[in-house]
Nanobody, 128 residues
Framework: QVQLVEAGGRLVQPGDSLRLSCVASARLFSKYYMGWFRQASGTEREFVAGTTWSGATTHYADSVKGRFIMSRDNDKNAVYLQLNALETEGQATYYC?????????????????????WGRGTQVTVPS
């Protein structure tokens, strides 16, 4: 059973940057499409970013495009999410997810039901 463990969440101030990590206990980690989602209090979980097996193609939600950067290191079985210029709207629990589904050629995987493996999340707090 593949397990995903996120880390790096903490209390930061508006405008700060933060790097989240997700390490997978999986053989053949490179076969998985990896994604980041987040869920703020009282809201539904939403897609943040996703990347292909090689990391060559990454998709972002419009709300984070230009500020967040997702990367992966297959040698370390890890993906990362760099959060820059954090705002209070960035306060949420951030989840790492993995999928064996091949993304369609015209888009990445963005729906929760496209990912079957989830981590427990890491909390990012940005006070107003």
């Amino acid at each position: 059973q593949v397990q995903l463990v996120e880390a790096g969440g903490r209390l930061v101030q508006p405008g700060d940057s933060l790097r989240l990590s997700c390490v997978a206990s999986a053989r053949l980690f490179s076969k998985y499409y990896m994604g980041w989602f987040r869920q703020a209090s009282g809201t539904e979980r939403e897609f943040v970013a996703g990347t292909t097996w090689s990391g060559a193609t990454t998709h972002y939600a419009d709300s984070v495009k230009g500020r967040f950067i997702m990367s992966r290191d297959n040698d370390k079985n890890a993906v990362y999410l760099q959060l820059n210029a954090l705002e209070t709207e960035g306060q949420a629990t951030y989840y790492c997810a993995a999928s064996e589904t091949l993304p369609p050629p015209d888009r990445g995987l963005t729906r929760e039901d496209e990912f079957k493996i989830w981590g427990r999340g890491t909390q990012v707090t940005v006070p107003s």
